[in-house]
Structures are given as C-alpha cells and as structure tokens.
C-alpha cells in the first residue's frame, strides 16, 4: 500500500456492514464499486429490452405504441436523476467527514422529496397525457393502447423512485453490491411476469399491453422493498427515532444545491444528438440511420466507463469529506488510466470490424458507409471526451456542481455545437464527424488541464477553512 493511501486513519464507520472508502487499496475501491454498477446497468437495460420484445410479439401497433412511450418515461426517470446525485454527492461526504447522524437524516429526506417530486410530475403527465402523446404523434389507433399502459406506468414510477434513490444512498455508503441486486431483481420480476400478464398464462387473464404496464410496476415495488430492507437493515442509513421535519429545509438545501445544476446537465448531451441529428438530417436519412446505429453502439461500448464515473463518485466523495487529498489523486488518476485504456481498445476494435458492426444493424450501403466512417473517426476521440463526464462526476461528488455543469455546457454549446455547424456547411456529413471527433479532443484536453487546475485550488480554500 502506497504512503498517500495510509496518510489518514480515520475512526471506522459507525455504521453496519461498513463500506470505508477512506481507507484500504483504492484500486480495489474502484473495482468492487465499478463491477456490480455493470451489472445493474445491464439490469436496467434488459427492462426496456424484455417490455419491447414481449410487446412486439402483440403486433405491430402495440409495438408502435409502447415506442411512444420510450421518450416520455425516460424524461421522468432521468428527472429524479439530478436528485440521485446530489444524495450520492451528500452522504459520501458526510460519511467521510463521520457524521453519520446527518448521512441518515439526509437520506431521509431525499427519500421524502424524491418520492414528492415525482408523484408531482405524474400526476401532471396523467393529466396532459393525451395532448402529450398526440403532439409526439400518436394517432387513432395507437393512442387507446397508450392510455391503457402509461397511467399504470406512471403509478409504478413514484415507486420507482424509493429504490433509485436508496441504491444512491447505499452506493455512497461504499456498497455497489446490494444496488445490483435491488436491480438484478427489478429485471428478474418483470422478465418473469411480462408474458404471464401480457398473454394471459396460467389461467390469469389476457392484458396485453396492459399487462407490460402491470409486470413492470410490480417489478418496482419488488425493487422498492428490498431496497428499503437494504437501506435500513444491512447498511442502517435511515433514522430509527424520528422523521427531523424541522431539519427538512437543512437537508433539502444541501441536495437542491447539487441537484439544480445535476439535473440540467443530464440533459445537455441528449440536446447536443439532438441538433446533431438535425444538422444530418439535412445530408439525408441515411445518414441520420447511421448516426442511430452508431450512438447505440457507442452507448453499449461506453457502459463500462458509465460504471466507472458512478463507482468513482463515492470513492472521490467520502475522501474529500475526510480531507485525505491524495486519495482523492490517486482514484482520480486510476479511473483516468483505465478510462484511456477502454477508450483504445474499443477505438481498435471498432476500426478493424467497422463494417461487420455496422452491418448487424443495417444492409443498407449508404447506411453502412456513413456508420463506417463514424466508426473511423470518432471512437479515436472518446478517451479525451470521457475525461470531462468523468470529472463531472468527481465534482459532483466534491460537492461542487457548477464546475461539472459549466465544463460540460461549454463543451457542448460553446465547443462542440459551433463545430459540427461548421463542418456541416464544410463537409457535409463527413464534416459533421470529422468536427465532433475535433471538439471532442480539444475539449477534453482543455478541462482534463482546469480540472486538476480547479482541484488543488478547492484543496487549499478546505486547508485554509
């Protein structure tokens, strides 16, 4: 074990089964907090994939119809998401610093406001429901079949929220392992019961479309009761004497702070696919396709570095509540190591079986050359690109949001935005690739060099307090 990982030996968490960041290898930190992460992604990603496939096997309208949906119940999910962070950021903080009185009440809260807001926001969408769907273009026919899913969809989302933001609390805690299995179990009920209630198996009655709804919002509650047991049985983060109402507006401004600018920030990337896709529009559907095929690839490739960021958060969290800088370095560092290591060998990989990738999802030969090309000059850009979401998550964790949302916002509307405006009226859709791979590089060199910069900086203001 190296000198900067013993120059702290702090007092052990006065908590059960202890999940102590601030002490031990942090490689190994960084692998038991990144591995069961990959797991639980997968496990979300196969809900969607299960409803999809299940539904599809009703026809094609039912099909048409849960694809309506996709977009509305992301936006809610990714709504709590902000939240989600600003807990993690909170309690990783506060259990580094050994105050494990405010950690619990503070998840407590969080808990309270989550399932708030989003009862809040359900409500609002049952209410505009078919004005919604419609101006998304829903018709005659797909509209019926919309109304019967998402109200049941929308119950199961307040639910949702409980187990969301405990995995945040439990992961915070040093625990990823127990997150998976509140997800793993998510993923198992609703696979189960999909076919059961869609196509009426066992005797039970034939719902449908209906029936998706059903499955998916029993498989929240399961998710939602093992997380609660979790979170107060195994890792004893929720206060035993009392809700604190009068310490509420306390905890909501420690998570509000975080939350805000979170939030916001979760939502630039898909706004900047969005004028991207624009902008290819106007060179052709083809190329448009490609860049479908080839960000739905680069999602699944980027899942592992995804883990990364979201393991390294707690690491990065409860070193910096403990003061134990070097730390802090040395997680930061290792992530960046390996982030360039996957990033290079998915660029690799991606260069010499461009074509046989792109042609699982397409044979159309203007299709396939576009994700080709993209497959070319993109993926040699993500090992810089990555550095910025990594360090917005390091900051996030700190406790310091702004710098996350300012460094990704200019990388967006100040970098990579003007770029790929300019390679499109240059080079058309090659243009457009050539000039995101550009912005991606110059952006993460840039903030890679002000973030450490920012770092030390915060470092000598705490050394000072």
Not at 68 to 78: A, G, N, R, Y
Not at 167 to 172: E, H, L, T, V
Not at 272 to 301: D, K, Y
Not at 443 to 463: D, P
Request: proline share 5%; with cysteine; aromatic share 10%.
């Amino acid at each position: 074990m190296s000198a900067e990982e013993t120059l702290a030996e702090p007092a052990p968490l006065p908590y059960a089964h202890k999940g102590d960041l601030t002490q031990g290898d942090i490689g190994r930190h960084l692998f038991n907090m990144t591995a069961p992460m990959i797991g639980g992604l997968l496990a979300v990603i196969s809900i969607q994939l299960a409803d999809t496939y299940f539904i599809s096997l009703l026809g094609t309208q039912e099909l048409a119809a849960i694809s309506f949906t996709f977009p509305v119940t992301m936006i809610i999910t990714h709504l709590v998401f902000g939240l989600n962070i600003a807990l993690s950021s909170v309690i990783s903080r506060l259990l580094g610093a050994r105050d494990i009185h405010t950690a619990q009440r503070v998840t407590l809260h969080g808990l309270l406001l989550a399932c708030a807001l989003s009862f809040i926001v359900a409500l609002i969408t049952f209410i505009f429901l078919e004005p919604l769907f419609l101006l998304l273009g829903a018709d005659d026919t797909t509209m019926p079949l919309i109304n019967q899913f998402m109200p049941i969809w929308l119950a199961g989302s307040v639910l949702l929220t409980i187990p969301v933001i405990s995995n945040s609390a439990m992961r915070a805690a040093g625990d990823s392992f127990h997150p998976m299995m509140v997800m793993a179990l998510m993923a198992l009920v609703n696979i189960i019961l999909n076919p059961i209630l869609i196509f009426g198996w066992f005797g039970l009655p034939t719902l449908g479309i209906m029936g998706s709804a059903v499955s998916t919002c029993l498989a929240y509650a399961a998710a939602m009761v093992l997380s609660l047991y979790d979170l107060i049985r195994v890792k004893n983060l929720l206060p035993q004497d009392g809700l604190y109402l009068s310490q509420i507006g306390d905890s909501f401004r420690r998570l509000i702070f975080i939350a805000i600018p979170a939030g916001i920030t979760n939502i630039v990337q898909p706004l900047t696919n969005a004028v991207i896709t624009a902008l290819l529009a106007a060179h052709g559907a083809h190329a448009v396709a490609a860049f479908g095929v080839a960000t739905r690839v680069e999602a699944l490739a980027m899942l592992l570095v995804i883990a990364l960021a979201l393991g390294l958060a707690p690491i990065v969290g409860q070193n910096w509540g403990a003061r134990n800088f070097p730390r802090v370095h040395r997680a930061i560092t290792l992530s960046i190591r390996f982030n360039f290591f996957w990033s290079a060998l998915v660029a690799l990989i991606l260069f010499v079986f461009a074509e046989p990738v792109a042609r699982v999802f397409s044979e159309d030969a203007d299709v396939v050359s576009y994700a080709v090309w993209y497959f070319l000059l993109v993926p040699v850009s993500y090992g810089l690109s990555n550095l910025v979401f990594g360090w917005g998550a390091a900051f996030n964790a700190m406790g310091l949001p702004q710098w996350s949302f300012i460094m990704i916002a200019v990388k967006a509307f100040v970098i990579t935005l003007p770029a790929v405006v300019i390679g499109s009226y240059l080079g058309d859709a090659m243009g457009i690739l050539i000039a995101l791979s550009l912005a991606n590089i110059l952006s993460g060199v840039v903030f890679h060099i002000l973030s450490w910069r920012i770092c030390y900086q915060q470092e000598e203001k705490l050394a000072q307090a």
